[in-house]
Every structure is written in structure tokens, then in C-alpha cells.
């Protein structure tokens, strides 16, 4: 490790920008810089740094809550003040605002830099190489599969709840020809302290093909395919309150998901080993170990786990009540689904339920990207698919880029 201290750029301004913030700066080792992009958010954060401390609360696994202090040393919305000199720029926002992050990175890229998608989402890698060009060669990329807490904002700048983490959280890393300052799952691991443990997967694609994708479009799917339309009176509890038919879905998803996963490992076109992505069930008992009271199959697995006990649908006031928001739908679909049939199609894995799936989520956005089985659809251009950046071979899938000619 390099004399100094680590630094850090936080990118965003939501709940996890926060979160991930707070947990640097409140370590003694680290200089910490947030930016936000959108201005007028960027001023009202820094303002309220420069006044007082951001406090982050931790809920601890025996139901205490502990209080750390922090003290970002700047928030602000010029890329070259925050990313000057930083060892690991950390994107921890919604997937639909990663391109513009990455816009605003690339005319400072070198061969030092380091990004994480802390999450970074199916596809993150491929829009990483497209928006940075001949420069992500030189760069270091890291994606995760979720972000490490689940978090609130109790006070915007200046408290943030960390609710809870998983045990392990797995995440890609595609080094460039760069040499990384600090070595940085350890800088990582280091600003969050022993939870969750950050694990390295052997490929980009073992991180992107876990079948966790599919939790939240499914568990959307179950709740609201036969709604009636009539508005409710309160928000239904999102994954406690999840059928058994749902979780069959869930499975079904998820083994497709394998399907194309050891389609790419018994290529004899690449030599990628994917043994190492799990089925659904499989995921969670890991990843929430000892959160979970019945593991008996994967309905009780995701219904008896305390980390979503709280949980409900997005709605939005309709008519005098409730009823859902599918705008996050875009998201799954963009950064999640579209991107899986996109590698499916190209090993030639038939997926029928991912399929099903897709059109449904699609038609309730307002959307179009499959049609008729293929990635034809107007939206695809705004899709982190595979497609979209011309990789249409397996060896393309697993280098993340075209190779020139």
C-alpha cells in the first residue's frame, strides 16, 4: 500500500451514495470526496458538510444501533475536483445514471483509475468499454452484484441509516493495463469494516448471469399480473409477501439463468469457467445467512428473511388510493433481463419464462425490446444489452468488447 491516505470518490446523492460516503469518511485513513452531478444537490450537501458531521447509524446483528461520525472532505458537482488524484471512484448509483457518471470520468481516465459499480448491474462492464473507448484499457473495473447495505436517509447530508448488509457480496474485476495504486477489494473491504465480506468472482459474466436479477421483476410480476386495476388502500408487503407461484417462477428464471451460464463454460470458443454461479436458493442461504428462520425451499427462504420483512411495493395516489409504480421496471429491464436474453441469444439458449417475463415488464413501461423472440425492439439502443455495442459472438460476450481487426 502507497503512503497517504485513501482516497475515494462517492458518486451520487441518494441513500446509498450516502451510505457509502459515510463509511469512508468516518475511517481515519481516508480522504473522501463526493460528487454529485446534479448541482443544485451538490451545493445543499456541501453546505451542510461544511456546518456539521454526517452521522451514519448501523443497525449491529444482536438489534443495537451504533453511531459513527464523518467528514467528507468535499461535496461537489466538478468531476475534475472530485476525481484528481483518487484510488477508487465508486458509482453507487441507479444503473440508469451510470453513463453519465462514466461520461464524466472518461476525459480524466488514466491508467490509474479504478471504478466500482457498488452495484454495478448486468451490463456494466460492456457500457464502461463503450463510453471509455481506447482509455478502458488502461482502466481497472469492479461490479458488484448488490450495493453492501440496504439503507435510508433520515437527513439529507448529514444522517444516514445503514439497516442492513448481506454476509458476502460478490463482485467482478477486469484490470486494464494500468496498475492499481491501492490494491482495491482491500480498499474496499477496508472503508466497510468486517460486513459485508467482498468476494472476487473468476469472470465479469459469473457476477452478471446470478440469478438475483430476476428477484424484484418476478416478485412485480406475481403481485400485479392479475391485478384488477382498482386502486388499494395500502402498500402490499414486497417479497414477505410473495406466493408460492411466484417462487416457482422465481426457479424457473433461475435455472435458466444456469443454463446460459454453462452454455459459455462448455464453449469450446472461449475458455471461461461460470461453475460458480448459483441458483436463486443457493444465493440467498449465502448471502443472508442467519437472517433467514425457514429454508426449507426458496419461498421460505426470501418470505422468512428479517432484511425484507418491512418491505413494500412502490405505489403512487391514484383515484383516491393506491397503486403500483412500475417505472423501476425500467431499470430490470435495461441493466437486468435485456441484457441476460441478450447473451442467451447469442449462445443459443432458449429462455421461454425469461421471455414471458420481459414482454410483460415491457408492455407495463411503455417500452419495446423484444419482439418475437429477438432484440429488435425501438429501446434496445438505451439497453445495456450486448447487441447494443455490436458483440454478437461468445468471445465478444466474455472480452466485453469487439476486438479490432
Known sequence: MSSGPLKICVCGGGSNAHLVAAFSASNPDTETRILDLNEEEATKWENLVDKKEMVLSINEDNGTKREVKAKPRMVTSNPKEALNGCDLIILTTSAMDHGKYLQAIEPLASKNTVIVGLPGKPGFEYLCYNILGNKA????????????????????????????????????????????????????????????????????LEVTLMPNTFLCPVIMHGQWNKWDGKPLSEAPLFYHGMSKETAEILNTCSQECLEVSRAITTSEKVKVDLTSVQDLYQWCLERFKGDISNNADLHSTITTNKQFADVKHTMKEADGGLVPDF????????????????????????????????????????????????????????????????????????NGKVEEQ
Open 137 to 204: 484499457d488502461l482502466c481497472t473495473f469492479l461490479s458488484f452484484e448488490e450495493p453492501s447495505w440496504t439503507s435510508k436517509i433520515i437527513e439529507f447530508g448529514n444522517h444516514v441509516e445503514a439497516l442492513g448488509a448481506m454476509q458476502v457480496l460478490v463482485g467482478s474485476i477486469v484490470r486494464g493495463r494500468g496498475i492499481c495504486r491501492r490494491p482495491p477489494l482491500m480498499c474496499l473491504q477496508m472503508i466497510h469494516g468486517s460486513k459485508p465480506l467482498f468476494r472476487p468472482s473468476k469472470h465479469f
Open 327 to 398: 417505472g423501476r421496471l425500467v431499470e430490470d429491464l435495461e441493466a437486468g433481463l435485456v441484457v441476460i436474453k441478450g447473451i442467451a441469444l447469442i449462445v443459443e439458449v432458449p429462455t421461454p419464462q425469461t421471455d414471458e417475463l420481459i414482454k410483460w415488464c415491457q408492455e407495463k413501461v411503455g417500452k419495446e425490446y423484444l419482439v418475437n423472440g429477438e432484440l429488435t425492439g425501438s429501446d434496445v439502443a438505451t439497453s445495456r444489452c450486448p447487441q447494443r455495442f455490436g458483440l454478437c459472438t461468445v468471445e465478444a460476450l466474455v
